[in-house]
């Protein structure tokens, strides 16, 4: 069972800092699973993660759930097997750059919580670091902030099947770190998600 870090402690580094990048370093390869509603902030916090990682010299990867949405996944749609597919590869890639001593960052919804188990359960049997962060942004927060408008399509009737409020959302019963950005900044927010990876000693 993993150990459960709280986001309430201060963060030891600014993760927006500017800074030129470091020349590449060696470092074990882990991958970061930011789980999370729609507008969470999943992906936001995952720049601020990796371009600090990149001024320390980490090799590190941003593996966007949307991007591979539109590549990767394009012929996936959003049944709950199609969801978990999506899911599983991604994971897949993930587990690939890890092996290569790459920090991969992987800010994606994946609402279920068996599909994200066999993505850690991959990871552990080729010995790779797995740390899975709930972004835990209440779904009222997500509504307002609504930064694709999938909130208001779903309000007006133009679209089903939303993540956390017409289709179900499984959050994390023992994630690595668990962060509720409201009333936080993204450096804080980022800040804790350093600090847990620090104290894993994968930063």
Same mark, same amino acid.
């Given at each position: 069972m993993p150990t459960s870090l709280t986001a309430s402690r201060s963060a030891s580094r600014s993760a927006s800092a500017p800074s030129t990048a470091a020349p590449p370093t060696t @470092?074990?390869?882990?991958?970061?699973?930011?789980?999370?509603?729609?507008?969470? @902030?999943?992906t936001t916090i995952a720049r601020a993660v990796e371009a600090e990682l990149l001024r320390r010299g980490r090799r590190v990867e941003l593996l966007d759930g949307d991007v591979l949405r539109r590549t990767l996944c394009a012929d996936l749609g959003f049944s709950r097997e199609d969801r978990d597919r999506n899911v599983a590869r991604i994971g897949v890639v993930a587990a690939l750059l890890a092996r290569h001593d790459v920090v991969v960052l992987a800010p994606v919804i994946s609402p279920y919580a068996a599909a994200r188990d066999a993505v850690r359960a991959r990871h552990a049997a080729a010995g790779l670091a797995f740390v899975e962060v709930h972004v835990a942004t209440p779904v009222d927060e997500c509504a307002d902030r609504d930064v694709k408008g999938l909130y208001a399509r779903q309000r007006a009737g133009e679209l089903r099947g939303l993540t956390g409020v017409d289709d179900p959302y499984e959050p994390p019963v023992a994630p690595e770190l668990r962060v509720d950005t409201v009333g936080r900044t993204v450096a804080d927010s980022a800040g804790a998600v350093l600090a847990a990876l620090d104290e894993l000693g994968l930063a």
């Open positions: @470092g074990p390869g882990a991958t970061v699973w930011l789980t999370g509603l729609p507008s969470a @902030g999943k």
